[in-house]
């Protein structure tokens, strides 16, 4: 009947309309996974990873099933939870955001499969079990995992150690068909790779991007940037490119932008809830009553993403322009809030004006 016949074409519509945003994933900065979420009852990772995985060949080049791929991507995604920031759209998005980064012409011809096959499946499963909080808070709060893991990168240590034992899922080890120099080189750089996604690196990245575009400033063949027999250089490469993945969302279409900031203060907001009702500090960012979202924005972009970006833009020129300038506009837009944020503020003032003056380091990272 009529009913029946405009349901069905409704979600044919929205399985093509799913199909075309996947295929986007191939060659598009700035997808919007949102969509794929919602379109894709909420499985976003797999599809996407299966899509990627196959485009790139991987699965062919090392004889991993199908099926095998699915049940592990599907067990992976199944273990992300629902925070409102680290659940599997960000493991998606930054997925999407290093596969896209690879086919960066300076990458031309400088990473092996294994390599490729590492970085993006550290990516798929790099936040996967977050709870949510930072590992200040689970360092402060005497938790598990922070005595598990001696306080040193506790979430990063947590997720890699997950994602391999999922492997040994019943029928989700897609590393069964490596030979055994090629499962301790994958093993090496997956740990390396995902360790390198805590913040606390965060300034060691920035210092080897700059000897590397140094060197290759000095170097004579400007062309030879990234010496592929040099799997040191490599490493730090693909650690900095899913870093860099990770601190994308200031460089994506505004509208996608705005959604991951709404989230992440929301998560960060739910964390100093959790601080005030434990009577601890509540850490920086994450004041639900006193917290100027533009201003935070202006510093993390300011002193986190874009000085970052802006060596890892250099290395990678000229294909970072583009994102580049993104990061860019979206700079002048959040500028241009702060100020109507202010006049906002300024009319509920009630006097104590200090607490919206930006006196500079009330937030600033150290
Ligand atoms: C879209 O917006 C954000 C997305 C991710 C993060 C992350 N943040 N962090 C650290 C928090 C503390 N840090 C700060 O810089 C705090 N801060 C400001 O942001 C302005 C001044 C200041 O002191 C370092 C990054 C994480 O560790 C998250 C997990 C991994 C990557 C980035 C995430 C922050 C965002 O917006 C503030
Ligand atoms: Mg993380
Ligand atoms: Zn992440």
Redesign the pocket.
Same mark, same amino acid.
């Given at each position: 009947n009529d009913v029946e016949r405009l349901r069905l074409t409704r979600k044919l519509n929205m399985n093509i309309f799913l199909a075309q945003l996947i295929e986007s994933t191939n060659d598009t900065w700035g997808v919007d996974l949102f969509e794929v979420d919602a379109l894709s009852n909420h499985r976003p990772l797999t599809h996407v990873a299966l899509h990627l995985f196959k485009q790139r060949n991987i699965l062919k080049q090392f004889q991993i099933r199908e099926l095998t791929f699915f049940k592990f991507i599907s067990a992976i995604e199944a273990k992300y939870r629902n925070n409102p920031y680290h659940n599997n759209i960000h493991a998606t998005d930054v997925l999407q955001a290093s596969h896209h980064m690879l086919n960066f012409s300076v990458f031309k011809n400088v990473f092996t499969e294994l390599e490729v096959f590492a970085a993006l499946f550290a990516a798929a499963v790099h936040d996967v079990d977050h709870p949510g909080v &930072?590992n200040q808070y689970l360092i402060n709060t005497n938790s598990d995992l922070a005595i598990l893991y001696n306080d040193e990168s506790v979430l990063e240590n947590h997720h890699v150690t997950l994602a391999f034992q999922t492997l040994s899922t019943e029928g989700c080890d897609v590393l069964s068909t490596l030979n055994r120099k090629q499962h301790q080189m994958f093993r090496k750089m997956v740990i390396s790779v995902v360790l390198a &996604?805590d913040?606390s690196k965060h300034i060691q990245h920035i210092g080897h991007l700059k000897t590397m575009v140094e060197i290759r400033r000095l170097s004579s063949s400007a062309s030879s940037i990234i010496d592929p027999e040099n799997a040191e250089d490599k490493l730090q490469i693909l650690q900095s490119l899913v870093h860099c993945s990770? $601190?994308s969302?200031?460089l994506k279409p505004l509208n996608l +932008?705005l959604q991951? &900031?709404d989230r =992440?203060m929301e998560e960060f907001f739910r964390q100093g809830d959790l601080e005030k009702s434990l009577n601890l500090e509540v850490s920086? $960012?994450c004041d639900r009553e006193n917290s100027n979202i533009c201003k935070?924005?202006m510093?993390?972009i300011d +002193?986190?993403v874009h000085p970052l970006w802006e060596i890892w833009s250099r290395l990678t020129q000229p294909d970072c322009q583009p994102i580049m300038d993104i990061l860019e506009s979206n700079r002048v837009w959040i500028a241009s809030q702060v100020l109507t944020e202010d006049d906002k503020h300024d009319g509920d003032d009630d006097g104590d004006d200090d607490k919206d003056d930006d006196d500079g380091d009330d937030?600033? =990272?150290r």
């Open positions: &930072t &996604t913040m990770d $601190l969302n200031p +932008y991951w &900031t =992440i920086p $960012l935070s924005q510093g993390f +002193y986190v937030d600033v =990272i």
